[in-house]
């Protein structure tokens, strides 16, 4: 009997052990499925990642402007305003937007510029320099908000930053160096150091040419700008949008012969507003609207 049961028992684990043809015929076909599934996914992938290869840009993207929508500047002022209806008039900026053909990885554009109508007047302007010195009391007449030495010193390490530009005289970088302000000021920019022009002999010049001054640079192939105040003029506009082209045209024929850049379009917007493409027209297509109704001066 118990040969028996060993037999009955060896027979039935042999019978556990086999499997059916018919269980094994779809399995295989799953796997095959699955591997082809998984083959043509790498293929795709593979070949978006080689258009992907093939359709990068040396330049950036223009669109053709004849079937863009144009305006001229005081039918742009005219709908921005609209878009700023019930806002403070000096709270409000005009923003000029400059897009350029120009390559991708290329020498950017970068200046400071003085506006014939300022944007800003508020800036506030602080100069390390000797306090009791000539270059203080020029530097305080010209319109710098703190001049001093050992007070900025201390009131940047406690945390009170009340300036919006930093300018070092010639004579004080030794002490400002010692001060170890770079890891205060660096963060924000505004550190004064030799390359960015903000270390000078005479920091009087440089404080008139902030104060009212605004900084223009290109990114990804756009130069903007604040051109004005929601309570400007049209023609004081006309007149900052003019020093404003002419100046970046004078940065362009600076560069090297090799770099070609050109202004494609002009773009007019405000703080709330969308942005408007300029024709180069000045007046309004409307002749009842007159620029007297698009200030608030």
Known sequence: ???????????????????????????LQQRCASDKGRQALQKKKKE??????????TAYKQYDLKEAEQFSLCDAMRYLRAAEVGRPPTSVKYEMHL????????????????????????LR????????SKHAEAAKAAGA???????????????????DRCLCQTDSLAKMNKAGLGRILGPR????????????????????????GAE???????????IGQLGFTPEEMQKNIKVFIGAVKKDMAQLSDRISKEVA?????????????????????????????LSTA
């Open 125 to 132: 302007i602080c100069v390390i320099c000797p306090p009791e």
């Open 145 to 163: 908000t703190l001049v001093g030495e050992e007070d900025i010193f201390e009131a940047v390490k406690d945390g009170r930053i009340e300036f």
């Open 265 to 293: 379009e002009v773009v007019l917007s405000s703080t709330n507003g969308p942005g408007l493409s300029l024709n180069g027209d000045f007046k309004s297509v409307n002749p009842n609207i007159t620029s007297r109704e």
């Open 216 to 226: 223009y640079r290109e990114r990804l192939g756009v130069i903007r700008m604040a």
């Open 1 to 27: 009997m118990a040969q028996l049961s060993r037999l009955c028992i060896a027979s039935g684990a042999r019978a556990r052990l086999t499997t059916p043809s018919t269980l094994v015929r779809p399995m």
């Open 48 to 57: 978006e990642a080689a258009k992907k290869k093939r359709k990068q840009r």
């Open 99 to 122: 897009k350029l053909k120009s390559v991708k990885n290329g020498p950017v554009i970068r200046n400071r510029l003085r506006l014939p109508h300022p944007v800003k007047t508020d």
């Open 189 to 212: 920019q505004l550190m004064p150091s030799p390359k960015t022009g903000t270390v000078i002999k005479d920091p009087a010049s440089a404080v008139r040419d902030m104060v009212g």
